[in-house]
């Protein structure tokens, strides 16, 4: 099994420009979910979906789109990037998020600069 | 919503001496998870905890669920290099349709 897999590992993008970072898991898990983390702040948490067409905001989602056509893939869509979108990206997901929250599985991260 | 807060921020150790981060939420919890990152790397899941009380080892690494399930503590004993990274918990609250939220971090350097 591959785990979680996140594309690309490295981005440079100009402000206004826009992207998609790919996530895809093998391991048919319900619950995925993007997180970003900045220096000091933690892993704050942009979109998760709870299963294939679900998708619903987390913490800091404004500048996001997410979809979830496939229980495998969980792409996140930056529609014009600006500066503060400048972070390091996780992917994660896990077995399920009902009552007790099942072990995030994360994937090796998009390290992404806005200029 | 719900915060996580955890302390201290950063840690240097000399290496064999104890480590001890600690993790507050302002809300009481379902459950709380510990994860370490290394350096460059990605956070990797080490424990759950459940109960309130609740307290599980991992060799040197011990985990503590406090009584009223709004505070957790990863304490290791007699550091080693491999310990370098950053230490997360993550908790889960017991209402509504919270998400997990991540604490800081602390970041563990050890002197060798």
């Known amino acids: 099994n591959a785990g979680v897999t996140q594309t690309p590992k490295f981005q440079v993008l100009k402000t206004g420009q826009s992207m998609t970072l790919q996530c895809a898991q093998d391991m048919n898990h319900e619950y995925m979910s993007w997180y970003r983390q900045d220096p000091g702040m933690g892993l704050r948490l942009i979109h998760y979906?709870?299963?294939?067409?679900?998708?619903d905001q987390g913490e800091v989602p404004n500048g996001y789109n997410v979809s979830r056509s496939t229980t495998e893939d969980f792409p996140l869509r930056l529609l014009s990037a600006a500066p503060s979108q400048t972070s390091v990206y996780f992917c994660?997901?896990?077995?399920?998020?009902?009552?007790?929250?099942?072990?995030?599985?994360f994937g090796n991260g998009t390290r992404l600069t806005v200029t | 919503g719900q915060q996580v807060m955890q302390i201290p921020q950063y840690q240097h150790v000399q290496e064999g001496e104890d480590f001890t981060t600690y993790c507050n939420s302002s809300t009481t919890l379902s459950n709380i998870q510990w994860y370490k990152q290394r350096p460059g790397g990605h956070p990797v899941f080490l424990i759950q905890l459940v109960k309130s009380g609740e307290v599980k080892k991992q060799k040197r690494l011990t985990f503590q669920f406090g009584e009223a399930k709004k505070n957790s503590s990863l304490h290791i004993t007699a550091t080693q290099t491999t310990d370098v990274g950053t230490y997360f918990c993550?908790?889960?609250?017991?209402?509504?349709?919270?998400?997990?939220?991540f604490g800081t971090g602390t970041r563990l350097t050890i002197i060798p």
């Open positions: 993550a908790g889960k609250s017991n209402f509504g349709n919270e998400k997990l939220t």
């Open positions: 994660a997901s896990s077995y399920s998020d009902r009552w007790t929250a099942s072990p995030l599985h």
């Open positions: 979906s709870v299963g294939a067409g679900i998708t």
